[in-house]
């Protein structure tokens, strides 16, 4: 029970931290600014921004549904654990930090529901 927790913390601070981004993004288009007055690279186009908003809720709802111990938790974040490492080469740098928190929350709960089962016993 204890990796289902520390698997969901991981996975909730992950969606809060891809929500993160989109609120980072939104002072830029909501005054105008260059972006290169705040910050040295152009920020991502605004549809890869709003699916990481909506990647993000989604994460948060799947580690919350996980911490309260319920199955459809389980599934969604251990498929927003596999997408998220499926796609993390396609979105370096930022990638880096998906792949490493996705691989920790997915090992953790996958070794927690399976134990020390074996495949032929």
Request: hydrophobic letters at 55%; aromatic letters at 12%.
């Amino acid at each position: 029970m204890k990796r289902y927790k520390a698997a969901a913390i991981i996975i909730i601070i992950h969606g809060f931290i891809e929500i993160g981004g989109f609120f980072s993004v939104l002072p830029i288009w909501l005054f105008g600014v260059k972006p290169s007055e705040w910050i040295p690279f152009d920020p991502p186009p605004p549809d890869i921004v709003i699916a990481g908003l909506v990647w993000g809720v989604i994460r948060l709802v799947g580690g919350i549904g996980l911490f309260k111990n319920l199955m459809w938790g389980f599934t969604l974040s251990v498929i927003n654990c596999v997408i998220a490492i499926a796609m993390m080469m396609h979105l370096l740098p930022f990638g880096i930090m998906d792949g490493i928190l996705a691989s920790t929350a997915l090992i953790l709960t996958l070794t927690q529901y399976f134990g020390k089962k074996q495949i032929i016993e």
